[in-house]
């Protein structure tokens, strides 16, 4: 496997709900997510063999929040 860890800034989390939301769409994805409400930001660990970085940030949009 082909991990890859990368950081997106995404704007609109504000609760444990959003961290949630966020995680349980990356784990859809086969992904994990590290959210940083603070900071304003998730790390994703993703294999990109199995799962594109467009695909990840379009299931965050999904989620109902804005990625930079």
Do not use: P, R
């Not at 992904?31 to 790390?43: P, R």
Request: with cysteine.
């Amino acid at each position: 496997m082909n991990m890859q860890n990368t950081t997106l800034q995404v704007q609109g989390m504000s609760c444990g709900h959003c961290v949630a939301s966020i995680e349980g769409a990356m784990k859809n994805l086969g992904a994990t997510a590290k959210v940083d409400l603070a900071n304003k930001s998730v790390t994703v660990s993703y294999d990109e063999t199995q799962v594109s970085l467009d695909k990840i940030k379009a299931a965050i949009e999904d989620q109902g929040y804005d990625v930079n």
